[in-house]
């Protein structure tokens, strides 16, 4: 400013000498009066004398006006510094200002309150002393290199009171550069945002959840059965399951008789039953009222029929409130998705179309959409209690199929099947009782039953002098991998008296796989209790023969699909020798089940398959329709001349397996 100056000053008096000495010069050249150029160079100095007098007052204005401006852009700056500190003292947001180092400078009021320390406490240090340790240092490399770039950076972040506790902040940094572009400070403003969190959180939970029963309301449910509804779309049909639409049978007269408290009350202890039968992969929530919806993942028909049993016994329990005593009852409505709905608009209209139907049968039931499916759950469910007193009556009793020496055409042994002798409905397939066993988990009761039932008509057979080598028994896979199969075996040997190397226990391959190294531990411990293993349906699991030499059994069974189609089926004549021979390398013998016509008996002597069972043979009966006769009935070749006792044909595999 003050070198503008000076060159303003000097162009003026090169301009005014240059004006004073010109003008003398050219009135004596022009004029020869001296009172001419006398008059001239007065009006000449009156005019220079005004117009430097206007010049300085022109100049003297702009400099009165710019020193005006400067005082009013003063004041203002002085007002906005006033405000900036008072924001600074009282915002309620944390400030915070480092150099360029990142050392703490200033901090305002508000980071005091929020963070707990004193200001003595946090100048001089970095920013690092809030840290929380929650987040990576690549957390903390992009914060910076955001600063670096753009100069500016904004985003949640943990921090940690003086006292320990963290909190999240919204934190907004920015990068303050001079006039030269060089770097000088951070000024940080953030906002502790826990509470607004929280509040967020509480917001969302009111939003979705039932507040008198703290369990999913219909709108939260929707979006959890929609998504469900959408991965069963995509999935395999194992992932279809059930919705159960569960509603209070006459509960409004409990509101208008008791009130309101009262019908509160025992909404409460309902959900609370219903949690009490709620596993993994269910979802119950509050629709409405007295309306509970229970969504189960990959659910059959028969366990959802089961779910809605346990929990309309549950219901049927008194309800004790205010000491007093309460019985209701509940209707229950199954539909299945995606089988009966492809949305949940329609799948909630099909469960409320079965929960119609439940209450318009009398109530304190339940129904599936399907009338069909109906019925047949209803069946199943009958079957699994009728099932349960078949156990308890002794309804189940075992059934005797022949085995024979394929050579001799000798019965050598028997095995014993399971069945059911129904007071009313008669006998009752295996292929309709069975699987409901296995669901329930009678089937290990059943086994139990039926192993010592054999061991005792066996042991009763020898007594009389029958030429028997072995009693064949099915194990199941829920009792095979209970662990304590030896135990209960050796019972079961020691009361009924038969003698070990007399039973043949049949493992299925399946089961054998479903716990490799366990089913090796419990094959093993069986061995030493002297009984012999068989291996059944050899050839539809998945063992390697690895594993098939570790166990160590002493039979296999070749499956019935492989028997049924020889001698004709080339694939079936193929795994059919393959299995004999790799058993015999083995040193195990093979049983052929499912011998129905000579040929096939003939084509399994000729490849010497030792032993073979089937209806060819004999149908399994109960041990006194037995027909005890020395050869096969079916003739195949067999031969006519008597063999040795079979209890010497069969072949020792090693010291440790005993005789049959």
């Not at 220079?48 to 400099?63: D, E, K």
């Not at 929707?222 to 509804?229: H, V």
């Not at 049978?249 to 039968?277: Q, V, W, Y």
Request: with cysteine; aromatic share 8%.
């Amino acid at each position: 400013m003050h070198t503008k100056l000076l060159v303003l000053c000097l162009v003026y008096c090169v301009l005014a000498l240059l004006w004073v000495f010109s003008t003398d010069l050219l009135l004596q050249r022009l004029l020869k009066n001296a009172f001419d150029i006398h008059t001239l160079q007065v009006i000449g100095s009156c005019t220079s004398v005004l117009f430097t007098a206007l010049l300085l007052y022109v100049v003297g204005r702009c400099h009165a006006s710019r020193m005006e401006h400067q005082r009013k852009a003063r004041s203002l700056q002085e007002i906005y510094l006033r405000n900036a500190a008072a924001i600074f003292e009282s915002t309620l947001e944390g400030v915070i200002v480092t150099d360029a180092e990142r050392h703490i400078t200033h901090i305002n009021p508000a980071l005091g309150h929020i963070t707990g320390y004193a200001e003595s406490e946090v100048l001089g240090r970095t920013p690092s002393l809030f840290s929380s340790g929650l987040h990576n240092s690549d957390f903390y490399q992009d914060m910076w290199h955001a600063l670096s770039e753009r100069r500016f950076w904004s985003g949640e972040i943990w921090n940690r009171r003086k006292s320990g506790e963290l909190y999240a902040q919204w934190q907004t940094i920015r990068a303050v550069y001079d006039d030269n572009d060089r770097l000088t400070h951070y000024i940080g403003v953030f906002s502790d945002v826990t509470l607004l969190k929280r509040s967020r959180e509480d917001l969302a939970y009111l939003t979705h959840y039932d507040q008198l029963l703290d369990l999913p309301n219909r709108l939260l449910f929707l979006e959890l059965a929609k998504q469900q509804l959408e991965r069963s779309l995509t999935m395999d049909s194992k992932a279809g399951g059930a919705l159960l639409l569960i509603d209070l049978d006459h509960f409004k007269n409990i509101n208008e008789s008791l009130g309101h408290n009262t019908g509160d009350a025992l909404l409460k202890e309902f959900a609370a039953r219903l949690h009490r039968c709620q596993s993994n992969g269910m979802v119950l929530a509050r629709l409405d009222g007295d309306e509970l919806a229970l969504l189960v993942e990959q659910c059959s028909a028969e366990r959802a029929a089961a779910l809605a049993q346990r929990i309309l016994a549950d219901l049927n329990q008194v309800f004790i409130l205010q000491e007093q005593e309460l019985f209701i009852s509940a209707s229950i409505g199954i539909a299945f998705y995606p089988y009966d709905a492809q949305n949940i608009e329609q799948l909630l209209r099909n469960a409320d179309s079965a929960l119609f139907k439940a209450k318009a049968n009398g109530r304190s039931t339940y129904a599936f959409y399907s009338q069909e499916l109906t019925s047949q759950a209803c069946e199943r469910v009958q079957l699994a209690t009728s099932l349960r007193q078949a156990l308890e009556q002794q309804q189940l009793v075992p059934y005797y199929q022949p085995i024979h020496d394929l050579k001799s055409g000798e019965i050598v042994g028997f095995e014993a099947l399971a069945r059911w002798q129904h007071p009313e409905q008669g006998l009752i397939s295996p292929a309709r009782f069975i699987p409901v066993a296995e669901e329930t988990g009678l089937i290990a009761a059943i086994d139990r039953r039926i192993l010592e039932q054999a061991c005792r008509q066996t042991q009763a057979w020898l007594n009389e002098g029958r030429n028997l080598c072995f009693i064949s028994v099915n194990i199941s896979s829920r009792l095979f991998h209970r662990g304590e199969l030896d135990i209960q075996v050796a019972k079961i040997l020691a009361r009924t008296g038969l003698p070990a190397h007399r039973l043949i226990l049949e493992i299925t391959e399946s089961a054998v796989m479903e716990d490799a190294e366990g089913a090796m531990i419990q094959l093993d411990r069986l061995r030493k209790l002297g009984v012999s293993l068989a291996i059944d349906d050899f050839g539809t699991g998945y063992s390697s023969l690895q594993r098939l030499k570790r166990m160590n059994v002493h039979k296999l069974k070749l499956d019935q699909g492989f028997v049924k189609g020889l001698p004709h089926d080339a694939g079936n004549v193929a795994i059919t020798r393959s299995v004999i021979t790799l058993a015999h390398n083995l040193g195990l013998r093979v049983v052929a089940e499912g011998i129905e016509l000579p040929e096939q008996a003939a084509f399994l002597l000729e490849h010497h398959c030792d032993l073979g069972q089937g209806y060819g043979f004999g149908r399994p009966q109960p041990a006194v329709n037995i027909v005890w006769q020395s050869t096969a009935s079916m003739q195949y070749g067999q031969s006519a001349m008597a063999a040795r006792p079979a209890v010497d044909r069969l072949p020792k595999r090693s010291a440790q397996v005993h005789t049959q």
